[in-house]
């Protein structure tokens, strides 16, 4: 049981933040509530006031401009999953989406929930991490948009001030021949490990390589070393590299056993996982040539 609190409905994310500001920490901003009516029923937090931000229109805009797909915090999961838009300009994103909890949890929790509460063990943080998506916030009145690798901090941290909001994640268009795949394993409720990729072939060789990983560490990692080192291999030899990579990735991704595995456990299969998730992205970025 949780103790009673009030809840307040701003119209606008100025009042919203406003009212964080005013309130301090006896105030919480949700949206669908997923995350942190469960905080509430186990006691691990205790607000006098709830802001319930779902209601503000301005957080539930899902647009494509014709360079980056625009989506408001408050945009659900089962939104992305089911969008036309999604699915046109960006498909794996809606498939990842698909796989994201259970159709219940789905269908009240965002995007903007999601990211702002860096669980670790998360999908779609990962996934946008090799579409160098930005995030904007806004406190007040002031806005401010910072790439989403800058945003998520570690395990439940984000670079949000306390009267800050995550209003909308902007996610630019792929370079033409450029192809995304992500695979996770999931042993227990929540992802245990996620990997994602973008790349290309030219003339046989990696191109335009961004590899993430989520879940075996603190937050999703993008491997920019990794990257450098396996653009302008064939698949064959960068799947060598990506044998011999567990030293890097151990030091990189920072993994913590835990429920879902060992650190030795979760490092084999992120690099099992690369290999294959690379050779996935080149050839869903053969069949990509609009960009
Ligand atoms: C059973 C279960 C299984 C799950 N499995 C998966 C999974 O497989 N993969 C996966 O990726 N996720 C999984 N999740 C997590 C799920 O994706 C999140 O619960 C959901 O996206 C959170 O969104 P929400 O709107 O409900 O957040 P809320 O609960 O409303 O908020 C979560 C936190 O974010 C803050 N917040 C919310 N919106 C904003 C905003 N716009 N600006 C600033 N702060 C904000 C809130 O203050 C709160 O601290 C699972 C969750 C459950 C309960």
């Not at 498939?95 to 259970?102: G, L, R, T």
């Not at 994602?196 to 046989?204: H, I, M, N, P």
């Not at 990692?221 to 960068?238: I, M, N, P």
């Amino acid at each position: 049981m949780h103790n009673p609190f009030r809840v307040l409905r701003p119209a606008t994310v100025a009042e919203a933040s406003r009212e964080l500001s005013r309130l301090g920490e006896s105030a919480c901003v949700y949206a669908g509530g997923s995350e942190l009516l469960l905080l509430l029923r186990h006691g691990l937090v205790d607000y006098e006031q709830l802001i319930d931000i779902k209601h503000i229109p301005e957080l539930s805009t899902l647009e494509w401009d014709g360079g980056a797909l625009h989506i408001g915090a408050n945009v659900t999961h089962r939104r992305l999953e089911l969008s036309p838009l999604v699915l046109e300009h960006l498909p794996d994103l809606a498939q990842v989406e698909s796989q994201v909890a259970n159709v219940r949890v789905r269908n009240v929790g965002t995007l903007g929930g999601n990211l702002s509460f860096s669980d670790p063990h998360s999908d779609p943080g990962t996934l946008l991490l090799v579409h160098e998506a930005t995030v904007r916030l806004q406190r007040g009145r002031r806005k401010r948009r910072l790439p989403l690798e800058e945003f998520l901090v570690g395990s439940y941290e984000t670079v949000l001030e306390p009267d800050e909001l995550l209003t909308a994640v902007d996610v630019p268009a792929l370079p033409a021949g450029v192809g995304v795949a992500y695979q996770r394993v999931e042993r227990i409720e929540r992802p245990s490990v996620g990997v994602a990729v973008a790349a290309g072939l030219r003339d046989g060789r990696l191109a335009d390589v961004r590899m993430a990983v989520g879940c075996v560490g603190p937050k999703p990692v993008r491997l920019h070393a990794l990257e450098g080192r396996v653009s302008g291999l064939s698949l064959s030899d960068a799947a060598r590299v990506m044998a011999e990579s567990r030293p890097v990735l151990q030091e990189q991704l920072e993994p913590v056993g835990d429920i879902h595995g060992s650190v030795e456990y979760k490092t084999h299969i992120v690099s099992v996982l690369l290999a294959r998730t690379l050779a996935q992205a080149a050839e869903a970025g053969a069949g990509r040539s609009d960009g």
